[in-house]
């Protein structure tokens, strides 16, 4: 059985969660997320209801996983993904998909990703805007070969602050979750090497190359050193 981990059960997370449980029937399922559901998240979060309001969000989509597609085997871990759990949470994983909301999360998993030798599909979505990339350490570029870290904070505003659009997350994460189960079957790629972009209001998607940088601290020669970069 191959082990698929999803960082983060919301917009992108949960229609992830539900197109790979569709889609890879043999996968098992750890869904990592460290809050609970709020009513603010009902209208893009498609695994809860107003009855889930306070509950952990990992618990509740394990739960209702296993309501939509029978045999699943989802299992919820209500914690935070950071360095000191990162190691644990991704141990014996065939491929991370990072769903997550805040920009030192997603360099995070894309350190440990690529330290720990594991395919990793990031996907982001905020106000009409939509990407993905897919990350192979040793066979190609992350997302610190795109961005070198982090953006300082307030420089780009929070999914509270800017909005996302509902359909736009089930369409990322859908994509996300058609591109993990391509790994897990062992076929090539489809993001791998390039970000992928959509353009909701109007209605365009585009590519852009994303080259190996040869001194990149996560996929380079000492991926590890990428674990303690800032």
């Known amino acids: 059985m ?3 981990v999803i960082l983060g059960v919301g917009g992108l997370g949960c229609p992830a969660a539900l197109a790979l449980a569709e889609e890879a029937p ?29 509950e952990p969000k990992a618990i509740v989509a394990a739960r209702r996983l296993a309501e939509l597609v029978p045999g699943v085997r989802a299992e919820p ?11 644990g949470l991704l141990a014996g994983c065939d491929v991370v998909l990072d769903g997550t909301d805040d920009f030192d999360t997603r360099f995070l998993a894309n ?18 805007r939509g990407q993905i990339l897919t990350i192979l350490p040793g066979r190609g570029s992350c997302l610190r070969c795109l961005f070198e870290g982090p953006p300082p904070t307030g420089a780009v505003p929070t999914c509270a602050e800017a909005g996302v659009l509902s359909p736009l997350c089930g369409l ?5 979750a058609s591109e993990a189960a391509r790994l897990l079957r062992g076929e090539r790629a489809r ?24 001194d990149c601290p996560a996929c380079g020669v000492a991926p590890e050193a990428a674990l303690r970069h800032p």
């Open 77 to 87: 871990r209500v914690v935070a993904f950071r360095r000191d759990t990162a190691a």
């Open 2 to 4: 191959t082990t698929a």
């Open 191 to 214: 993001w791998a090497g390039r970000l992928h972009q959509w353009d909701a209001l109007r209605a365009v998607d585009r590519d852009v190359s994303v080259p190996v940088s040869s």
């Open 26 to 54: 043999d996968v098992r399922l750890i869904l990592v997320d460290p809050d609970q559901v709020e009513r603010s998240n009902l209208s893009r979060q498609i695994l809860f209801t107003e009855r889930d309001v306070g």
């Open 111 to 128: 350190d440990a990703a690529c330290a720990g030798g594991i395919p990793l599909v990031h996907g982001a979505a905020l106000g009409w």
């Open 172 to 176: 990322v994460g859908a994509a996300m």
